[in-house]
C-alpha cells in the first residue's frame, strides 16, 4: 500500500472523508479535516479488478466512465465500495487524480473540512458539445464538463510531417484559451487528448504530438 498517508489523531478518529449526496451530483466525497496540497486524500479504489487495456471489458467498462488507465492496465473499481472513484468534477478543482500505483485523489488546494472533494474529469468528446452539463458552482465553470471537438474544428487543423497538429487562426484562439485555462489548474496532460482527438478525427495514428498554435 503506497503513498497512504493519515494524521497521527486517525486511528481514533473516523475516516478522513465521507461519501454522501452532493449538489453537483449523485454521491460525493466530502473532507472530514483539513487537507494540504499534496496530501493523499483517498484511494480511487478500495476494491478494484485490473484489466489489459484494450480488452473487451475495459473498453465496455469506459462507457461508465468511472475506470482508470494505470500503465497498460484499467483499473475497473466494484462499486459496492465507495472511493474516490465517486469524486465530482469541478471546473475549479481542489484535488487530482493519479493513476500511479492503485489510484489515488491527491490534494491541490487546501481543502477545509466539509468541503466537497472535486477533480477535472479531463473528457475531450467528438460532436457531442453538450453531453455534460457541469453543474459544478464554480465562478470559474464552464458550462460543460467535456470539451469538444467537431468534425468541422478538425478541418481547421493540420497534421505536419513531424506528427505536430496545428490549428489555423480559426480554431487556434480556443484551443489557447483552453490550454491556458488548462495550465491554470495544472491539468495540461488533456491537451495531449486533444491532440489525439482531432488525430482521430482525421484518421490519423495517434502519435507523440503536441497541440500547437
Ligand atoms: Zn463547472
Known amino acids: 500500500m503506497s503513498g497512504k498517508r493519515r494524521p497521527a489523531k486517525a486511528m481514533f478518529s473516523l475516516s478522513p472523508v465521507q461519501f454522501r449526496n452532493s449538489a453537483i451530483a449523485g454521491r460525493g466525497v466530502f473532507a472530514r479535516q483539513r487537507f494540504e496540497p499534496g496530501e493523499v486524500i483517498v484511494a480511487y479504489a478500495p476494491k478494484q479488478r485490473r484489466v ?3 480488452s473487451d471489458e475495459a473498453v465496455a467498462a469506459a462507457e461508465s466512465k468511472i475506470t482508470l488507465l494505470s500503465g497498460n492496465e ?3 473499481p466494484d462499486t459496492s465500495v465507495p472511493g474516490g472513484w465517486l469524486c465530482n468534477h469541478s471546473c475549479d478543482p481542489n484535488a487530482a487524480l493519479y493513476a500511479s500505483g492503485e489510484g489515488r485523489i491527491q490534494c491541490t488546494r487546501p481543502i ?3 468541503e466537497e472533494v472535486t477533480i ?3 473528457w475531450v468528446s467528438h460532436n457531442e458539445p453538450g453531453r455534460d ?7 470559474k465553470c464552464r458550462g460543460t464538463i467535456n470539451f469538444d471537438l467537431t468534425d468541422e474544428d478538425a478541418e481547421h487543423v493540420q497534421v505536419l510531417d513531424d506528427g505536430r497538429v496545428v490549428a489555423d487562426a480559426v ?3 480556443r484551443l489557447a484559451e483552453y490550454g491556458a485555462y488548462l495550465r491554470s489548474i495544472g491539468q495540461e496532460q488533456v491537451e495531449q487528448a486533444i491532440a489525439n482527438t482531432l488525430m482521430r478525427i482525421k484518421s490519423r495514428p495517434k502519435g507523440s504530438i503536441v497541440c500547437a498554435y
Do not use: K, Q, W
Open 120 to 122: 477535472f474529469y479531463g
Open 133 to 139: 452539463p457541469c453543474r459544478c458552482g464554480s465562478p
Open 112 to 114: 477545509a473540512p466539509g
Open 171 to 173: 480554431l487556434g484562439p
Open 52 to 54: 489489459p487495456e484494450r
Open 74 to 76: 484499467v483499473i475497473i
